[in-house]
């Protein structure tokens, strides 16, 4: 009985492939070289897809010191108290607060 491994290279040859984790582990390096050529490939395990490999693009570059220098500006009060929003925090929410189960028992007892 003879093998077809051929079949099982040509369809690794297809472009948008999507292939098996075993073959994605014996054609690592084939898949990585065409992933280099700028092709998407997709692993799949039971016909799921789980993984896709891509070109992992330019190496980034800092950024250097004060290349925005100019663009952006902050008002000199910009730390200043809002006393519209110090109100929704500080302002007494009921006139009196709720008593809480301890002063209703002790009311109780006199």
Known sequence: MAMDLVHRLSLLLQAGMEVNIHEAKTHLSRLLQRVANGEEIT???????????????????SRPMGMDRGKIWIADDFDAPDPELESLFYAPLMAEPPKTAVQRKKKRKK
């Not at 692993?43 to 570059?61: D, E, N, Q, Y």
Request: aromatic share 0%; hydrophobic share 55%.
């Open 43 to 61: 692993i799949s395990r039971a016909g799921v897809p789980v993984a896709k490999l891509i070109a992992a693009g330019p190496k980034m570059t």
